[in-house]
C-alpha cells in the first residue's frame, strides 16, 4: 500500500520550504547572487514567522491535551497536588499562546519586517556595482575591439592572456573615473533610488512608485530604525522619517498582522520592480512582465 504521510505526500511549495529548511541554499554560495539571496531571505522571514504563529496555535492547546494524556480535569477540587502543578505549568503556556495570538504577535511580525528591510538594503546595495561592474567590462571590450581595429597587426601580436590583462586595465581607468556611489540613507524609495540612478536604474517616467508604497517603505525604514536601535521605542528622527506613522513620541511599536502585510508586500513588490528595471531593454520582455505597481498591495505573501 503507498505510502501517503510523509516525504511521499510533500507537494511542491511544501517540500520547497522543507528542503531550504534542512539545506539553506545560500549556505552553497558566494556573493554575487544578490536576487536569489533576497528572496531567499525572504522567505526564510515568513517561513520562521509562520512556523512561530503554527507554534503558538499549537501551544495554545497544550492544557487541554495534557488533561486527555492525565486523565484528569483542572476543575476537579479532588485533583492531586502533583497533576495539578503539571496543568498550573500548561495554563501558563496557553494563556501566552493565547495572549500573543490575540494581539496578533506583533513581535513575530517585527522580527520578519527587520529581516526583509535588510534584505532590501542588500539587494540595492550589491545590485549596482554588479551592474556597474557589467557595464564597466562592456564598455572595455568596446574600446578594446575599436583599438583593434584601428591597429590589426599589433592586435594579432598580442595573446589571449594579454588581450586579458589589457581590458582589465582599460576596465580599471574608466572606473577611476566613475562617481563613487551613493551610500543608503533616509528611508523610502530615496533611500534606494539615489544610489539606483547611478547606474541608469531609477524609477522610470512610466513606471513611477506609487506614493502609497513609498509611503509604506518609508514607514517601515523607520520602524526598522526604532526597532533594532531604539528598544521599539518611537523617537523624533522616525517621526520625522516617515510622519504618517500612527505612534507619538515615547510609544511602543507594535506591529499588527495587517501592518505586517502590508509592509511586506511593500517590500516585495518594490525589488521585483528594480531588479525589473535592468530586464526591460530585452525585446522579448514587455511591461506586463513586472510587477503590478498599482496593485502593489497584492504581493503579500500567500500564507502571511
Given amino acids: 500500500m503507498e505510502k501517503r504521510v510523509g516525504e511521499e505526500g510533500l507537494g511542491a511549495f511544501a517540500r520547497s520550504q522543507i528542503e531550504a529548511t534542512r539545506n539553506d541554499p ?15 531571505a525572504m522567505e526564510e522571514a515568513e517561513r520562521s514567522r509562520g512556523l512561530g504563529i503554527l507554534g503558538l496555535y499549537e501551544l495554545r492547546k497544550t492544557l ?18 502533583r497533576d495539578a502543578h503539571d496543568l498550573q505549568a500548561h495554563w501558563e503556556r496557553a494563556e501566552s499562546a493565547s495572549i500573543e495570538i490575540e494581539h496578533g504577535f506583533p513581535h513575530l511580525n517585527a522580527q520578519a519586517l527587520v529581516s526583509m ?3 532590501l538594503d542588500a ?52 572606473s577611476t573615473d566613475l562617481l563613487e556611489l551613493e551610500r543608503l540613507k533616509g528611508s523610502g524609495i530615496e533611500r534606494y533610488e539615489a544610489r539606483l540612478r547611478q547606474e541608469g536604474l531609477g524609477a522610470p517616467d512610466d513606471r513611477q512608485i ?38 507619538q513620541d515615547g510609544e511602543l511599536v507594535r506591529i499588527s498582522h495587517e501592518e505586517y502585510r502590508t509592509y511586506s508586500a511593500a517590500v516585495r513588490c518594490y525589488a521585483h520592480e528594480v ?30
Wanted: net charge negative.
Fill in 64 to 81: 487541554a491535551r495534557r488533561e486527555q494524556e492525565l486523565g484528569v480535569s483542572r476543575e476537579d477540587p479532588d485533583l492531586p497536588d
Fill in 210 to 247: 506609487p506614493a502609497d508604497l513609498d509611503k509604506a517603505l518609508s514607514e517601515l525604514g523607520a520602524l526598522r530604525d526604532v526597532l533594532t536601535h531604539r528598544a521599539g521605542r518611537v523617537d523624533a528622527k522616525a517621526l520625522a522619517q516617515a510622519p504618517s506613522l500612527r505612534y
Fill in 275 to 304: 531588479t525589473f528595471r535592468s530586464m526591460r531593454i530585452w525585446p522579448e520582455v514587455t511591461d506586463d512582465d513586472g510587477p503590478k505597481l498599482d496593485n502593489w498591495r497584492g504581493h503579500v505573501y500567500l500564507l502571511a
Fill in 26 to 40: 545560500r549556505l552553497e554560495r558566494g556573493r554575487g547572487a544578490m536576487i536569489a539571496d533576497f528572496w531567499d
Fill in 123 to 174: 539587494l540595492v546595495e550589491e545590485w549596482v556595482p554588479a551592474m556597474r561592474a557589467i557595464r564597466v567590462k562592456l564598455l572595455a571590450a568596446q574600446m578594446l575591439e575599436r583599438a583593434e581595429q584601428q591597429e590589426p597587426e599589433a592586435a594579432k601580436r598580442l595573446t589571449d592572456e594579454q588581450g586579458e590583462h589589457l581590458a582589465e586595465a582599460i576596465g580599471n581607468m574608466i
Fill in 117 to 119: 528591510n535588510s534584505a
